[in-house]
């Protein structure tokens, strides 16, 4: 099991983490989800020893990660696809990392297979393309067959087929009672494949969660009404205390009230109806909602402008 406990990074004026505390439990894939700069990857760099936390505290069933001696039998991680020498082969560059930490030369084969790069392994990793550098770094994840896995941001690159099959060696893997942290900053990317999420934003724990509870916040998120009337029935909508918006000439979107008392009160004021839809919000969605108020990089609404044009 991993235990974030009170982790805390700072650099110089900003706040990467701010007091984490959450577990990760074998047998599941947790998702860790966040932002863009929400402080997933220095949460998982100090969970490996590669970042000194300001404080708290990030153990890997009980220890700190340097604790275990020939690390990759223990715990697998993908940090940086691209952090490996670019002239090696692959078959160089995991036979390498098996020889350091006393595993037998077989597994170098039975990875690049399990991943997808079997026919591979005698190319240089420089001509890889980023989809097969990540293959390649959850190669050197599950070199030692461990217990516990950590992926940074794994699915970046992957093409379709890559995507999928990256979900169902997660879900298997965890099946195995392997304990699997996964980070995205994608909803979409953890939304079949997580059984619980952890979201940050702004360094702060946003949600610690189970997936089926996070997805009973995607409640239903508003209703399309068609209606020759759009004009008059909005009115009579927001008088009822609906927020209403107009979509083309015959649509509005109304939220705050159900489909159900929207029939009513067209009904009873005499207004033709064509259509009424609810459509329920999307993880997606409630993902976004939950983290608006922390995204520290947001991009401006209108696009800049060359000065000279
Ligand atoms: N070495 C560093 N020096 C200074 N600031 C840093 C450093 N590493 C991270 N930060 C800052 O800490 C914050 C968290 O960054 P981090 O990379 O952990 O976020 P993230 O959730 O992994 O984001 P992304 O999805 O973009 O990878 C950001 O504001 C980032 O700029």
């Not at 990317?189 to 996070?214: C, I």
């Not at 459509?279 to 608006?292: C, Q, R, S």
Request: overall charge neutral.
């Amino acid at each position: 099991m991993i235990e974030i406990n009170q982790l805390t990074k700072r650099y110089g004026s900003v706040l990467a983490v701010d007091d984490l505390t959450f577990c990760v439990r074998p047998g599941q894939v947790t998702g860790f989800l966040g932002p863009n700069g929400a402080g997933k990857t220095t949460t998982m760099r100090m969970l490996l020893g590669l970042n000194a936390p300001t404080g708290g505290t990030a153990t890997i069933n009980g220890r700190p990660f340097f604790a275990f001696g020939t690390g990759l039998r223990h715990v697998g991680a993908l940090l940086d696809a691209g952090d490996v020498h670019r002239g090696r082969t692959a078959n160089a560059h995991l036979a390498a990392l098996a020889r350091s930490n006393g595993l037998p030369r077989r597994r170098v084969q039975e990875v690049l297979e399990t991943v997808g790069l079997g026919e591979a392994g005698r190319r240089r990793v420089g001509g890889f393309s980023l989809g097969m550098r990540q293959r390649l770094g959850i190669a050197t994840a599950l070199l030692g067959d461990p217990p516990v896995l950590v992926f940074d941001e794994p699915i970046n690159g992957l093409d379709p087929e890559g995507i999928r099959w990256a979900r169902e060696l997660f879900r298997r893997l965890a099946a195995e009672g392997r304990t699997v942290f996964v980070s995205s900053h994608l909803m979409s990317e953890m939304e079949h494949t997580a059984d619980h999420l952890v979201v940050v934003g702004g360094g702060r724990l946003l949600a610690d969660e189970p997936l089926a509870d996070f997805a009973a916040r995607a409640t239903t998120a508003g209703v399309t009404v068609r209606t020759p009337d759009p004009a008059v029935l909005a009115e009579v909508l927001r008088n009822a205390g609906a927020s209403v918006l107009a979509e083309g000439h015959d649509a509005l979107t109304v939220t705050g009230l159900t489909a159900a008392r929207i029939n009513e009160l067209a009904f009873t004021r005499r207004v033709l109806v064509h259509e009424v839809s609810a459509h329920d919000g999307t993880l997606e969605d409630a993902f976004m909602e939950l983290t608006a108020a922390s995204v520290r990089y947001r991009a401006s609404a209108t696009p800049a402008r060359s000065k000279d044009r």
